[in-house]
């Protein structure tokens, strides 16, 4: 690879859909020359078409992986692999003009999906002998059909550029037909060697094949994974994300889009908060990947490709203000028992029931006899753990109810009272908070809400905290 003078930039599935706005703006634009070149772009499946690989993200309507999971009948991952492939088609003919191009693109889904089918009716046959067990192999199921999102999506946006005159390559991570093992490390730098940055435009799947398996710890959150890991052994000079919005103070449609400021700058710190509270800047862990390796990460609007965006790197905040002010459904699951006292286990054993039913921990607060975990899951996950608690704990009175959480987020939140000044705010447009909490950091106050009243919730604490926070500004030490 050439000099750290290149960019390293993602851009999401939403974004995808519309790559053909995108090449007039961020990916061509108003560029010439070289100035088409030093960058990089790791691209996310077309929208949606990971759901129908998988299964849909909010709903669980089952797609290709979940119907063969399912193992009822070869017809229903079949119908589903052939729904995969028509939206797939319908989705670069979508940004595709040439006649030519679009003849490829369709090749090259035909070649990827019957590949794929044949690779799952092998698995199937050889699964039905008894030494041979189909949920060995699930996870590698599961990374070969999501690759096919990225892998398609790459090579079409590749194609697009090079019919409209830019030097691009397909840079494939997906591990189609190859042989052997390699580690994520391994599978970047082979793939990299003899790329020229400063003269080519690699486009680049946001999902890779590796010996570690993206999915088995990161699942959905792998392109950001691989993006990170992308910027960090090639030296970057930064790392980009291109959404469809820029980070903002809120929803800009939840407060006003003439309420909500633009970031501009914050930090890793902030971004983990927004992670844990649904709102991912950057996955956590790709963020570590980033800091560590000193690669700063920029959050941009991909149609407004001459701003500037939101720069996160480790700098301490100049002054302390309430920047984000966000929130999520939860539900509180609590257990109450009057021998819990002085006594010890408590903690983790609910601990271990969340861990084993794979349960999101967003925040606890406890007292001498009641322990609450405000956590995100379904309702028929949280029934079992609600089970298990209680043939544990068969005195203890274990129920849950559904709540939703507002926060107030910040690089820095010393001296500005926003504990108080958010219930107050609250209290003023007549909403009652069922609790609320702040830890000694001071980053971020959290208040609880029944569920119905989290958007009011978010719009009366932006007003004081981010629209009447003038006042408060106070220069960080």
Known sequence: MGSASHTVEKIGGTSMSRVHELRDTLLIGDRTGDDLYNRVFVVSAFGGITNLLLEHKKSGEPGVYAAFAAGEDDHAWMAALDRASDAMIAAHRNVLDH????????????DRLVGAKNCLIDLQRLCSYGHFRLS???LQTRELLSGLGEAHSAFVTTLMLQRAGVTARFVDLSGWRDEGEVSLEE??????????????????TGYAQCREGLMREFDRGYSEVTFSKLAALTGAREAIIHK????SSADPNLVGHEAVRKLGRTNYDVADQLSNLGMEAIHPKAAKTLRQSGVSLRVTNAFEPHDPGTLIDDQPAEEAAVEIVTGLDLFALELF?????GAKGYDAAILEALTRHKVRIVSKVSNANTITHYVDTSLKVLRRVEKDLAERYPSAQVTSRAVAMAAAVGRDLTGLAVLSRGLAALADNGLEAIGATQGPRPVEVQYIVERDMLKPAIKALHGALVEGNDQFIRKAA
């Open 99 to 110: 006649p030519g191009d679009i003849e490829r693109a369709d090749a090259f889904v035909r």
């Open 136 to 138: 060995e192999h699930m």
């Open 187 to 204: 599978r970047i730098t082979g793939a990299m060697e003899g790329v020229d940055p400063a003269s080519e435009m690699p486009i680049v």
């Open 244 to 247: 469809e919005f820029h980070l």
């Open 337 to 341: 028992e009057q021998d819990m006292v």
